[in-house]
């Protein structure tokens, strides 16, 4: 089974500064992962996908698999960073079966 | 394509009553996940479906049910309300099954209980 784990519930940082929003997998073979963003009052979307290798609205993602880690990164936050962000899947086949299951997300504040 | 809808937006129910909330996936997407989302638990899987069949149920008491039908169209039941049903319900569809699809979210049903 694919885990992942995001250890900050919350992060607040100032404009301008780096970001890094944490997300530690474990998984034996090559994991399957993606970040979710969810914008105030918007839906939840994808943000990136480990495969693409993009940036998209300036943050990136890098698979380490020698971190087993698959961290969020923005050089320059911006305050409509502001979010709550999910590292997924967390997978769990306890039951025999697949569930594509989110963990508890990391809530993003830039402040002015 | 057209986007992930939901129906209704928003709902107020009774506590004791049930209610049942629709999903409309992306066309060509055949499966659906059903989430709900609130601020203390975050965001819960309630269960799967895939060809008509529920392949994956989350730890939901049986008032929380679904089905869905060969257009992919999903529905999501709850009975007996209570008051802690209060919440953003999702609904989430995918090409195919597994953890290498993304999943594309509708905007949300909110239910609230009174």
């Known amino acids: 089974a694919q885990r992942v784990t995001q250890p900050e519930k919350l992060l607040s940082v100032f404009k301008g500064a780096p970001v890094e929003l944490k997300c530690n997998y474990s998984y034996s073979g090559s994991p399957e992962l993606f970040w979710y963003v969810q914008y105030s009052r918007q839906r939840l979307q994808l943000l990136l996908r480990?495969?693409s290798r993009e940036s998209i609205k300036g943050f990136t993602a890098d698979l380490n698999k020698g971190e087993t880690s698959f961290h969020l990164k923005k050089p320059f936050a911006q305050e409509e960073d502001s979010a709550m962000y999910y590292c997924?899947?967390?997978?769990?086949?306890?039951?025999?079966?697949?569930?594509?299951?989110f963990g508890t997300g990391t809530r993003l504040k830039v402040l002015a | 394509k057209a986007g992930v809808t939901q129906t209704p937006r928003y709902l107020i129910k009774t506590r004791g009553q049930q209610v049942t909330l629709s999903c409309s996936p992306i066309s060509g997407h055949r499966s659906v996940s059903w989430y709900q989302q609130t601020p203390g638990q975050g965001l819960q899987f309630l269960f799967e479906?895939?060809?008509?069949?529920?392949?994956n149920k989350g730890n939901f008491p049986g008032r929380f049910s679904g089905r869905q039908f060969s257009n992919s169209r999903s529905e999501m039941n709850v009975s007996t309300l209570e008051l802690g049903d209060s919440a953003l319900y999702l609904c989430?569809?995918?090409?195919?099954?597994?953890?290498?699809?993304?999943?594309?979210f509708g905007p949300g049903t909110r239910l609230t209980v009174t």
């Open positions: 480990h495969i």
């Open positions: 479906y895939f060809s008509e069949t529920q392949r």
């Open positions: 989430a569809s995918s090409l195919d099954q597994g953890p290498t699809y993304e999943q594309y």
């Open positions: 997924a899947p967390d997978s769990d086949t306890t039951s025999g079966t697949y569930k594509y299951i």
